[in-house]
């Protein structure tokens, strides 16, 4: 593939998303073309495979050097305090999540960066939203902190767009599903944590109550997702920073029985927690034909295929930690 000349930063590089996404864009553009940052020090394979900086989002001098330093042009800001977390400290949330989107944002304007990725949620929805297939256009109803700075964040990036010709873009993300890093501290953590426990023991206890049915994505489609809107047209969207996008819905049930294909016996066990409030306020299922229409997007894999996928990935990940 042809490596074109962009200078990318990731915050929130050693997160769930940012290790598969820092890995990936340092394949598509080159290791050292792409500057991972992190308030956490990395683990030696993130360290040793390109540029690595540690970071504290919510100051936005030390941002700024980095930008300068490293000749930044485009920057993945992952770097967020997650749904459950947020609820044990809602400062905390409010801090990192705001200052540090609007840093990113102010830096973007006053750099003159090429252009930005900030994520959302499906946490910007809540009892005021239909259930089912929520559409692109609807009541925006956070009830967790983190919702709350998802939905200002997603104006701030909109005023941004229009107001200084900030080129920002983001989808609103289901609960993520992957092998590679844990999630930190969401509401959706139990659908990777299942299958982890699944492939170790055979049994599982769940924080969400069987019938609790939420949107979800596998990892390969999440970042499909991210490079998709990032390559886009700019002329082609009339949405920026708040795309609707999904894969699959199930219930913690489903998900259970798909596991017990291919792992017989397994059982999985429900004592909800805190957890319960928040994914009763989130939708079941999402209408994404806004991502489709304007950028094309189209997801690949659903329950039954990220459930194979899954295990392999973590059979192969427990023989090598045997040998
Ligand atoms: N996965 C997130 C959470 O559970 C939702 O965006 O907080």
């Given at each position: 593939m042809a490596k074109d000349m962009k200078t990318i930063l990731v915050t929130g590089a050693i997160g769930q998303i940012g290790t598969e996404l820092t890995a990936l864009l340092r394949n598509r553009h080159g290791a050292d073309?792409?500057?991972?940052?992190?308030?956490?020090?990395?683990?030696?394979?993130?360290?040793?495979?390109?540029?690595?900086?540690r970071l504290d989002v919510t100051d936005p001098d030390s941002l700024k050097d980095l930008v300068r330093k490293y000749k930044i042009d485009t920057i993945y800001h992952l770097a967020a305090i997650l749904s459950a977390v947020g609820e044990t400290h809602p400062d905390r949330a409010w801090r990192v999540n705001?200052?540090?989107?609007?840093?990113?944002?102010?830096?973007?304007?006053?750099?003159?960066?090429?252009?930005?990725?900030?994520?959302?949620s499906i946490?910007?929805?809540?009892?005021?939203?239909?259930?089912?297939?929520?559409?692109?256009?609807?009541?925006?109803?956070?009830?967790?902190?983190?919702?709350?700075?998802?939905?200002?964040?997603?104006?701030?990036?909109?005023?941004?767009?229009?107001?200084?010709?900030?080129?920002?873009?983001?989808?609103?993300?289901?609960?993520?599903?992957?092998?590679?890093?844990?999630p930190g501290g969401g509401t959706t953590d139990y659908a990777v944590a299942i299958f982890y426990d699944a492939v170790r023991s055979g049994r599982y206890t769940c924080f969400l109550r069987e019938d609790t049915r939420l949107p979800m994505m596998y990892m390969p489609d999440c970042l499909k997702s991210v490079i998709d809107l990032m390559d886009a047209d700019f002329d082609r969207l009339r949405r920026h920073a708040n795309f609707n996008v999904t894969a699959m819905s199930f219930s913690a049930g489903e998900l259970a029985a798909e596991i017990g294909k291919h792992i017989p016996g397994f059982r999985c066990d429900y004592e909800?927690?805190?957890?319960?409030?928040?994914?009763?306020?989130?939708?079941?299922?999402?209408?994404?034909?806004?991502?489709?229409?304007?950028?094309?997007?189209?997801?690949?894999?659903?329950?039954?295929?990220?459930?194979?996928?899954?295990?392999?990935?973590?059979?192969?990940?427990?023989?090598?930690?045997?040998?």
């Open positions: 073309r792409v500057v991972a940052t992190d308030i956490a020090a990395p683990p030696p394979a993130v360290a040793e495979a390109g540029p690595f900086e705001m200052d540090g989107t609007r840093a990113v944002l102010e830096i973007a304007r006053h750099e003159r960066l090429v252009r930005v990725f900030v994520p959302s946490a910007v929805f809540g009892p005021a939203t239909p259930r089912r297939d929520v559409p692109q256009d609807t009541i925006l109803d956070p009830r967790t902190m983190y919702g709350v700075t998802k939905v200002a964040g997603e104006f701030l990036c909109d005023y941004f767009v229009r107001k200084f010709g900030v080129d920002v873009r983001g989808c609103r993300f289901p609960g993520i599903i992957s092998h590679e890093t844990l909800p927690d805190f957890r319960q409030t928040i994914a009763d306020s989130w939708p079941e299922s999402i209408d994404d034909s806004a991502a489709r229409d304007e950028w094309g997007w189209q997801p690949s894999f659903d329950l039954a295929a990220m459930t194979v996928d899954m295990i392999a990935a973590l059979r192969k990940k427990a023989t090598e930690n045997r040998t």
